[in-house]
């Protein structure tokens, strides 16, 4: 190749359309480009390392080629890190991972906004029609819902309470409505907290209609979108609703994080357990058999705590920013691959 010659990933516009390219295939479309064109890498390599076949890597460097993707140097829209993007994927054995620029005054903030618009368009290019779509309480997810602006026909389902039941309407109940409306499919909202007294209350609870109707939905999801939260005030839904006493007892567990009302310690072990059983959740065993579990949380707050959700295997890709990213890449032993998603704590 000489010096003349040019390769650029580009796709992402300020127009939306259907034709263009969602920011996972522009991630894997850069990443390909960069082995195949400046590497010297055969299609045969390529393919063993994204686990594909070699007539799919063919099919992308053709796409790039035809699409006029391909100049010198790999880049992508400015708002995503397509270098970080395939080293997080790579490290953490994800399906999917998008980097987005962190913004300059927000280094310390927690879910910068800009996630959850490149969450929606991830959404749109992953969700086929026919399937269903779970979506979690979390900030994260809300603002990915209010990003929404195509979707196949899905049925949506709710698969948490929410925070707040008073703030339904602007909370997880909107974002599976809105969700709804945007591909015109079912929407199945629950009615109900999160977390609740105790575990009798819950499960009066999830035998009434509307929630069970929600739950008989939880293992047809086949893509679901959820929030990673840290330990701590404010970034932890569930930290937030529980007593004092309640807090130092399971941080007294070691918990990291949590996701959906699961707490997870540093390596990626379920902790509190127990907590579940007076939650309006999802169970970890059946998200863990949900095809695609895409989380969104960024940060460097967050690092550690998604580190440590990344670490349990249940979830299989991940949009997050650069501030994040930075640390992901330096936490630790590299960890198991996320798509074994055998449960480490056994059945």
Not at 28 to 48: D, N, P, T, V, W
Request: proline share 5%; aromatic share 4%; with cysteine.
């Amino acid at each position: 190749m000489n010096s003349s010659e040019e390769i650029a990933v580009s796709g992402m516009s300020a127009g939306r359309s259907a034709m263009r390219m969602g920011p996972a295939e522009l991630v894997q479309a850069a990443a390909m480009a960069r082995r195949f064109y400046l590497e010297g890498k055969s299609k045969i390599q390529i393919a063993e390392e994204f686990g594909v076949s070699r007539f799919k890597v063919a099919r992308v460097l053709e796409t790039a080629l035809e699409r006029d993707l391909v100049r010198i140097e790999i880049r992508v829209p400015a708002e995503l890190d397509a270098e970080r993007s395939d080293a997080l994927r790579a490290r953490y054995g994800l399906r999917h991972a998008v980097v987005v620029e962190s913004p300059a005054d927000a280094e310390e903030s927690p879910d910068p906004e800009n996630l959850g618009e490149v969450a929606a368009d991830l959404l749109g290019e992953l969700v086929n029609e026919g399937d269903v779509l779970g979506l979690a309480w979390g900030r994260s997810t809300i603002n990915m819902a209010a990003a929404l602006d195509r979707l196949p026909p899905c049925t949506v389902v709710q698969l948490t309470g929410v925070y707040d039941a008073g703030t339904a309407e602007r909370g997880s109940v909107e974002a599976v409505r809105r969700a709804a409306q945007v591909s015109g499919g079912d929407a199945h909202p629950i009615y109900a907290p999160m977390l609740l007294p105790d575990a009798a209350t819950a499960a009066a609870l999830r035998n009434q209609t509307g929630i069970a109707r929600a739950f008989e939905y939880f293992d047809k999801v086949t893509v679901a979108c959820v929030s990673i939260g840290s330990w701590e005030p404010g970034i932890s839904t569930v930290h937030d609703m529980l007593s004092d006493e309640e807090r130092a007892h399971y941080a007294s567990l070691g918990v990291a994080a949590e996701m959906s009302a699961h707490l997870f310690d540093a390596e990626g072990r379920r902790v509190g357990r127990d907590l579940g059983e007076r939650c309006i959740t999802v169970e970890a065993d059946r998200l863990r058999r949900i095809p695609e579990v895409v989380a969104i949380a960024g940060g460097q707050r967050k690092a550690a705590a998604i580190d440590a959700v990344l670490r349990s295997g249940l979830v299989t890709s991940l949009v997050t920013d650069t501030s994040a990213a930075d640390v992901l890449m330096t936490a630790g032993p590299t960890p198991r691959p996320a798509l074994n998603r055998a449960d480490p704590d056994g059945p």
